[in-house]
């Protein structure tokens, strides 16, 4: 797992602002999975992606928050207007070439809204 | 949808000890992973589990999908064995979300 990147590593952001968080999988998988982690609680799933595609984003707030994998470059997710209940970590996994993957997970961005 | 329940949610041992964790899960499920989140919060693959049984060292896991349940089991735990364990399954049927357990916090004492 030390194969996912994510960055940037630590994010701080004003009520309002936008953050954008980036995720490269591991060399070879073309599935990323979004999760959301807030203090002493567990991941909640948020977006499950394929290149180009959006395989299930039952996880994810229906406003002011996107993610995107595109052919080149890393995947995003974006959050619009922050605000301080968005301060969490998020983490990213990525998974193979096949749907129902092992996951394996980046180091995580821990997002503060101010 | 899918719940998945993680017990006993604390656990403090002694260096040395062994320990059985349990996850149940309510419904069929296609994946099963467990992860150790270490005291600086990475997330670390212990075992990608569906069905049967896996060792891994001081480790080993079970699961009994007809059961719906797994077991990982830590023998001569260490104080590097502490962090957060968590069990994850992708529910079988209607998507592909991807369920965490509320975790078992572990302590382990020198």
């Known amino acids: 797992n030390a194969g996912v990147m994510q960055n940037p590593r630590h994010l701080v952001r004003r009520r309002g602002q936008e953050a954008r968080l980036r995720c490269s999988p591991m060399?070879?998988?073309?599935?990323v999975y979004w999760y959301r982690q807030l203090p002493e609680e567990g991941l909640k799933f948020m977006v499950y992606?394929?290149?180009?595609?959006?395989?299930?984003e039952s996880g994810m707030p229906k406003e002011r928050f996107s993610a995107e994998f595109p052919k080149e470059g890393p995947s995003i997710l974006r959050i619009q207007q922050v605000v301080r209940g968005d301060s969490a970590a998020y983490f990213c996994?990525?998974?193979?070439?096949?749907?129902?993957?092992?996951?394996?997970f980046g180091p995580g961005t821990r997002l503060t809204v101010t | 949808g899918i719940q998945v329940e993680q017990s006993p949610p604390d656990l403090i041992l002694q260096e040395g000890a062994n320990s059985t964790l349990r996850c149940n899960f309510s419904d069929s499920v296609n994946n099963l992973q467990w992860f150790h989140q270490n005291p600086w919060g990475q997330l670390i693959n212990l075992f990608y589990i569906p069905s049967g049984t896996k060792q891994n060292g001081r480790l080993s896991a079970t699961t009994v999908a007809t059961e719906r349940y797994s077991l990982l089991y830590i023998s001569s735990s260490q104080t590097t064995d502490s962090g957060v364990y968590f069990c994850?399954?992708?529910?079988?049927?209607?998507?592909?979300?991807?369920?965490f357990g509320a975790g078992t916090r572990l302590f382990v004492k020198a």
């Open positions: 992606l394929q290149k180009e595609n959006i395989i299930d």
């Open positions: 060399k070879g998988h073309s599935h």
């Open positions: 994850a399954v992708e529910q079988g049927t209607g998507g592909f979300k991807t369920i």
């Open positions: 996994a990525s998974g193979g070439t096949d749907l129902r993957y092992e996951q394996y």
